[in-house]
T-cell receptor
Framework: SAVISQKPSRDICQRGTSLTIQCQVD?????MFWYRQQPGQSLTLIAT?????????ESGFVIDKFPISRPNLTFSTLTVSNMSPEDSSIYLC?????????FGPGTRLTVL | KNQVEQSPQSLIILEGKNCTLQ??????????LRWYKQDTGRGPVSLTI?????NTKSNGRYTATLDADTKQSSLHITASQLSDSASYIC???????????FGDGTTLTVKP
């Protein structure tokens, strides 16, 4: 199984600032996924990050708002840019190995 | 309309009792169906995964069933414990595309 860690685990940020979330996996994976989980809701896929290429964003999410880096097969970052209170959410990193999808512990973001 | 519908939205049971959570889906073509447990403030953890040809899968006190004809799945929890209090999420994946559709989850509360 894959073990995923995220940093920070939580943060409180001011409107208009940006936050970069780090995701580290204990094994090499081709695809990494970034999800958002708003309060009381299920997970929504933001983008898929492949090493060596640009991330693929889902409808409603754009690179300028959520830039992603994928410098190697075990690491990725998601930046939430120019934050507003509507960005308050849990952000989760995920990878897939065989048929199982593993999730990180999440980063709880509160924007004031 | 979400292609993965879970019911009930929330459920309260007494410790030691059994319960069954439902998941109906319209996602097609179907690759696999997974049940996750998400503790408050944590990332989802996989409980079971079933492919088209499987109709039951157990993981300790958790037993998942799948009827691919009617596109229904259930998660049965036996002899519930306080630690079972969590959100249970049903996730359906499309064939080989890597895309997953998440249900909104059922919030289970087990009371002493």
């Amino acid at each position: 199984s894959a073990v995923i860690s995220q940093k920070p685990s939580r943060d409180i940020c001011q409107r208009g600032t940006s936050l970069t979330i780090q995701c580290q996996v204990d094994s090499q994976v081709t695809m990494m996924f970034w999800y958002r989980q708003q309060p009381g809701q299920s997970l929504t896929l933001i983008a898929t990050a492949n090493q060596g290429s640009e991330a693929t964003y889902e409808s409603g999410f754009v690179i300028d708002k959520f830039p992603i880096s994928r410098p190697n097969l075990t690491f990725s970052t998601l930046t939430v840019s120019n934050m507003s209170p509507e960005d308050s959410s849990i952000y989760l990193c995920s990878v897939r190995q065989a048929d199982t999808q593993y999730f990180g512990p999440g980063t709880r973001l509160t924007v004031l | 309309k979400n292609q993965v519908e879970q019911s009930p939205q929330s459920l309260i049971i007494l410790e030691g009792k059994n319960c069954t959570l439902q998941c109906n889906y319209t996602v097609s073509p179907f690759s696999n169906l997974r049940w996750y447990k998400q503790d408050t403030g944590r990332g989802p953890v996989s409980l079971t995964i079933m492919t088209f040809s499987e109709n039951t899968k157990s993981n300790g006190r958790y037993t998942a069933t799948l009827d691919a004809d009617t596109k229904q799945s259930s998660l049965h929890i036996t002899a519930s414990q306080l630690s079972d209090s969590a959100s249970y999420i049903c996730v359906v994946s499309v064939n080989n595309a890597g895309k997953s559709t998440f249900g909104d989850g059922t919030t289970l509360t087990v009371k002493p």
